[in-house]
């Protein structure tokens, strides 16, 4: 059987982290390693058995779940809720000092 190693961003996944490490397509014999060089737990399946469980943990040194790259801390939604808020708040005094 052709086996690999994909790794999924968090456990239980059945597909594969598309930036993650990837030993590449399903094959009958191939080397491939891997160098841990910081402490993290590291998930994997072996993609088309992913779904009857061939699936792995690696727990290097502490361990850790090292989360796919955020995408960024300025989330647009929420600084627009707050600016919103704020202009309420604004138009609500302003709404009173006209009373
Ligand atoms: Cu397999």
């Known amino acids: 059987m052709a086996h690999n190693v994909a790794q999924i ?11 993650g490490v990837y030993s590449g397509e399903s094959m009958k014999s191939v ?16 993609e088309p058995h992913a779904t009857s469980g061939m699936a792995g ?5 502490e361990g850790s779940i090292v989360e796919p790259e955020e995408e ?3 989330t647009p939604g ?3 809720g707050i600016a919103a808020l704020a202009v309420i708040g604004a138009l609500m005094i302003a709404g ?3 009373r």
């Open 31 to 46: 080397d491939f390693r891997y160098t841990f060089d910081v402490d993290q737990t590291f998930n994997y399946i072996c």
């Open 57 to 61: 943990q690696i727990v290097v040194g």
């Open 96 to 98: 009173r000092r006209l």
């Open 78 to 80: 929420f600084s627009a």
């Open 9 to 19: 961003a968090m456990e239980g996944d059945t597909s594969r982290y598309m930036s």
């Open 72 to 74: 960024s801390n300025n």
